[in-house]
Nanobody, 120 residues
Framework: QVQLVESGGDLVQPGGSLTLSCAAS????????MAWYRQAPGKQRELVAV???????NSADSVKGRFTISRDNAKNTVYLRMNSLKPEDPADYYC??????????????WGKGTQVTVTS
């Protein structure tokens, strides 16, 4: 089992910055990748950015150049640095951890989410 706890959600103005944190605990040795998803009201949950155990990253086109995912292995924490926040960025942001492989079967763990609001 893996437990994920997000923090850092807040209300910011357009153009502002925010850093979300996700602390992992439990069977962290089983984690292959971690990611941030977001879900706005009435919309499907979408992938924002992902980081693998080797440190490779990828992000959605909508946030490329603005959001950066990173990890601190010593703290078992993944971060999402969000710059130049736009009115379309508000959502509940969820931390995800994926364990297992395509052969053995993959399993997703989720945090409870943290809310980001962008308003002037």
């Amino acid at each position: 089992q893996v437990q994920l706890v997000e923090s850092g959600g807040d209300l910011v103005q357009p153009g502002g910055s925010l850093t979300l944190s996700c602390a992992a605990s439990g069977s962290i040795f089983s984690i292959n990748s971690m990611a941030w998803y977001r879900q706005a009201p009435g919309k499907q949950r979408e992938l924002v950015a992902v980081i693998t155990s080797s440190g490779s990253t990828n992000s959605a086109d909508s946030v490329k150049g603005r959001f950066t995912i990173s990890r601190d292995n010593a703290k078992n924490t993944v971060y999402l640095r969000m710059n130049s926040l736009k009115p379309e960025d508000p959502a509940d942001y969820y931390c995800n951890a994926r364990s297992g492989t395509a052969l053995t079967g993959e399993y997703d763990y989720w945090g409870k989410g943290t809310q980001v609001t962008v308003t002037s």
